[in-house]
């Protein structure tokens, strides 16, 4: 079976300073991995996707992800937060049958000025 | 393109009554997934529906319906609302050959 689970509910940073979200993560085959972004009373937007053609993967907004198959993880960065970056973040793992996406708890990141 | 688009995008039902919420993909899309948001149990996979046919089921009870039409668009229903069910819903749709799913908005139900 598949799980994600992320390793920090509530992260809050300044602005202009690094961002890193946790995420591990754990499946019996080779999954897709995401990352989704949650603004207030809004739908989610996928920020970025590895599948397995590079470990480290550039997304939108300055964020990147890197799979690090031995430790099960897939942690989310970006070198320099910005005010608009507030927001919940998703880590999340495809099903088996490519559909029914699984989705950790979620953290929340604020950003501060 | 146009988005996912969902409608509407705010609801107000009593317990007991009935809900129909519409989904329509991004062109092109033949496949749409619904999914539901609460606080507490944050985001779950209701079902997903290709071309006119439920492929993938979660663990939702039989009140949690879908169907979709020869269009790709969708539309779920939830009969005998329960206040649990007050939640965000959102669809999904995702093109041939890929698994990622791009969402809509969601539709915001309150259940009183």
């Known amino acids: 079976a598949q799980s994600v689970t992320q390793l920090d509910s509530h992260v809050s940073v300044s602005e202009g300073t690094p961002v890193l979200l946790r995420c591990n993560y754990s499946?019996?085959?080779?999954?897709?991995l995401f990352w989704y972004v949650q603004h207030p009373n809004k739908g989610l937007q996928l920020l970025l996707k590895?599948?397995?053609?590079?470990?480290l993967v550039k997304g939108i907004n300055g964020f990147e992800a890197e799979f690090k198959k031995s430790e099960t993880s897939f942690h989310l960065t970006k070198p320099s937060a910005h005010m608009s970056d507030a927001a919940e973040y998703f880590c999340?793992?495809?099903?088996?049958?490519?559909?029914?996406?699984?989705f950790g708890k979620g953290t929340t990141l604020s950003v501060s000025s | 393109k146009a988005g996912v688009t969902q409608t509407p995008r705010y609801l107000i039902k009593t317990r007991g009554q009935q809900v129909t919420l519409s989904c329509s993909p991004i062109s092109g899309h033949r496949s749409v997934s619904w999914y539901q948001q609460t606080p507490g149990q944050g985001l779950q996979f209701l079902f997903e529906?290709?071309?006119?046919?439920?492929?993938n089921k979660g663990n939702f009870p039989g009140r949690f319906s879908g169907r979709q039409f020869s269009n790709s668009r969708s539309e779920m229903n939830v009969s005998t609302l329960e206040l649990g069910d007050s939640a965000l819903y959102l669809c999904a749709s995702t093109g041939e050959g890929t698994d990622t799913q791009y969402f809509g908005p969601g539709t915001r139900l309150t259940v009183l």
């Open positions: 999340v793992v495809s099903g088996q049958a490519g559909t029914a996406l699984i």
């Open positions: 499946s019996s085959y080779s999954p897709s």
């Open positions: 529906y290709f071309s006119e046919t439920q492929r």
């Open positions: 590895y599948t397995s053609a590079a470990t």
